[in-house]
């Protein structure tokens, strides 16, 4: 079959077979160059973007790599003053690709089960039977009864969905026909960086110089057509409740990271929603007006491990954090800060968004380089116009990566607004800023194109996530109670309250399901239900007193969907080392339980001598004072006849 090939050297044909290696291919690219350095030539479907080297397609044949009769390919290479490759060809000597790896990079990745789910399924939208324009039988179909594609403009119009899912967006931009560009990723991720050094090699690296083939092109900011996350939902209302409970106790703004999974979301075509099953608060101070957060985490590590463990495996999904400021009139409402006409995310928002997408990839086989873009959602608990609080979720867009990536923007004091960097040549902080563009309509409905520097609206960077909660919630923890990690002076943890809990709960007497007796299947329930709470789960792993293999039986077990009608549910965690350690703890640190009704005897010396027979004289009258209908204060607890309005001691109403 015949190759045609595209280079800075010219426009060559080969005549090769379908079966031969790609390294013959190479050997006669080699034959049209002089100076040709072997280690990066480079192999691409398209002009500029998506090349790959052929160090990496050894063992490749053309037909496998999906060439066929007359494709034309783009090859590009840097050259070298030495003649090594000539002297290799003149000799004879076999050609060798110069490393090991016999895979492409995006062949290498393991995505994630939603992008396998998604890959396997057509993602057509069926449609029924048009009783007006269809003239066929039942079992045929026409161009007014076929399925339409995931991407159907009309379709999205008509739903109001406003951008196309990840991977409708892939089916639209590759290919259909058999040929290079199908076995080629069809995504690159942008960059704005200055190419270090050229590529061309005929000038010093930047800062030192520029060429038009180092610099990155002018840039026109445009509404991303896809989002990588279509739907955050949150999997029960008490997770966003515990949340706020700590900004309705001081008055303080909150952060906390998203422990959750993707799974397939059917209101948008091929979609994708990210589940919240626990918010997890990193170390912070929290202001009346913002609060500051350390990066990077240093127990991130121990809790991605933590959440890969559960029955489903979870990750960081995404992020929360709370803007809410009581109105001076009503402290029960809220000012209703971001609307149309102030923003929705502000600049420095938007850059710490980029920020953390850029740190948290998306593997992806579409990609050159095995990342695409993030699904890290950015979630907001702010003001409803009416003063109620409600969740708003966005995303950057891949744009907004690329420009803070290359150093390009910042924020400004107006919060809808982002700044566009000066161009910097020192040595030190070289930063070069091409060209940036928006477009809009101006006041007569014409597009007009104004140039971004030195700053433009914040909403081009942004894209809207919908969001929402379960009709019906089921979700993996199935216990909001625990106290919640770094919320010092306001929830403590502590191993004694733990032990004390269990005490109470009789853990220590609750035996494997074979061994249980008829009736005690209440208390192994409320033991799973307590344990079934992501931050007690999270404190004991910090605490040491499980081993990490302990820690995966438990989180494994508690997680469980059926851990509260299933009786051997908790079998696998009560025969582990660290469990049975646990519960020796608990029975030596258990109070001994009381002899009689009377009150708990004080552990000082001067009480030791009391005969118990005052003790229980004492509770007979406390009895007796009781049943004669008095009302306890409940401020001072004081005993008061029982038709006093207020307190005889406090003064307080009772």
Request: proline share 8%; with cysteine; net charge negative.
């Amino acid at each position: 079959m015949l190759i045609r090939v595209r280079s800075k050297d010219g426009n060559f044909r080969f005549d090769l077979q379908p079966t031969a290696d790609v390294s013959e291919l190479l050997a006669k690219i080699l034959e049209t160059t002089s100076d040709a350095d072997l280690s990066s030539f480079t192999i691409s479907n398209q002009p500029r973007g998506n090349e790959v080297k052929f160090s990496q397609l050894k063992g490749r044949t053309l037909k496998n790599l999906g060439l066929s009769h007359g494709d034309l390919v783009f090859v590009g290479y840097q050259s070298k003053p030495s003649s090594s490759v000539a002297n290799d060809i003149v000799s004879g000597a076999p050609l060798a690709l110069t490393t090991d790896a016999t895979k492409r990079p995006w062949e290498l990745v393991t995505e994630d089960p939603v992008d396998t789910y998604w890959r396997g399924q057509t993602g057509m939208l069926a449609r029924g039977r048009d009783a007006q324009f269809c003239k066929h039988g039942p079992k045929g179909m026409c161009d007014y009864c076929m399925p339409l594609e995931p991407y159907d403009t009309v379709y999205h119009k008509e739903n109001s969905i406003k951008h196309l899912s990840y991977h409708a967006y892939l089916r639209k931009i590759t290919p259909k026909t058999s040929s290079a560009s199908s076995s080629l990723p069809p995504l690159t991720p942008p960059s704005y960086k200055v190419k270090v050094p050229c590529p061309t090699g005929g000038h010093a690296p930047w800062p030192a110089g520029i060429c038009t083939a180092c610099q990155p092109s002018a840039i026109t900011l445009a509404s991303q057509p896809f989002r990588m996350v279509d739907h955050l939902e949150i999997a029960s209302t008490d997770i966003i409740e515990r949340f706020l409970q700590a900004w309705r106790n001081t008055g303080l703004q909150r952060f906390g990271w998203l422990i959750g999974r993707y799974e397939p979301y059917d209101k948008v075509p091929m979609g994708v929603k990210a589940v919240v099953e626990a918010i997890h608060e990193p170390p912070q101070e929290g202001e009346l007006d913002g609060l500051t957060l350390g990066l990077p985490w240093e127990d991130e590590n121990r809790i991605r491990e933590l959440a890969k463990s559960t029955s489903t495996p979870l990750t960081i999904v995404g992020y929360i954090f709370t803007d809410l400021d009581p109105t001076p009139e009503d402290r029960s409402k809220n000012v209703y800060k971001r609307h149309p006409g102030s923003f929705y995310l502000s600049s420095l928002e938007a850059i710490f968004a980029a920020t953390l997408q850029k740190a948290n990839p998306t593997v992806s086989r579409s990609s050159s380089t095995g990342q695409f873009a993030s699904r890290l959602v950015t979630a907001v608990l702010t003001a409803t116009e009416d003063g109620h609080v409600d969740v708003a979720a966005y995303q950057v867009s891949e744009q907004a990566v690329a420009m803070v990536e290359a150093d390009m923007i910042e924020a400004s004091a107006d919060p809808g607004i982002v700044r566009v960097k000066e161009e910097d040549r020192s040595q030190e902080t070289a930063r070069y800023v091409p060209d940036v563009f928006f477009t809009y309509k101006n006041e007569y409905g014409l597009e007009v194109k104004k140039s971004a520097k030195p700053c433009f609206p914040v909403e081009y960077l942004m894209l809207n996530v919908t969001h929402g909660f379960p009709q019906n919630p089921s979700p993996v923890f199935k216990s909001t109670q625990f106290k919640i990690e770094n919320r010092p002076g306001l929830e403590d943890q502590s191993v004694e309250n733990v032990m004390s809990t269990l005490s109470s709960l009789d853990a220590p007497n609750i035996p494997e399901s074979r061994f249980a007796k008829p009736g005690e299947f209440h208390k192994r329930k409320e033991l799973a239900t307590y344990l079934s709470d992501w931050h007690l789960v999270a404190f004991l792993g910090s605490s040491q007193l499980l081993s990490p293999e302990d820690m995966k039986v438990l989180m494994q077990t508690v997680s469980r969907p059926d851990l509260l009608e299933e009786p051997s549910a908790l079998d696998p965690l009560l025969v582990t080392d660290g469990w049975q350690t646990l519960m020796t703890f608990t029975r030596e640190s258990a109070p001994a339980p009381p002899s009689s009704s009377a009150p708990a005897r004080s552990s000082s010396h001067m009480d030791e001598d009391i005969p118990q027979e005052v003790f229980d004289q004492i509770a007979a009258e406390e009895a007796g004072r009781g049943g004669a209908g008095g009302r306890i204060c409940p401020h001072c607890t004081f005993v008061n006849e029982h038709n006093r309005p207020d307190c005889d001691v406090c003064g307080l109403p009772l």
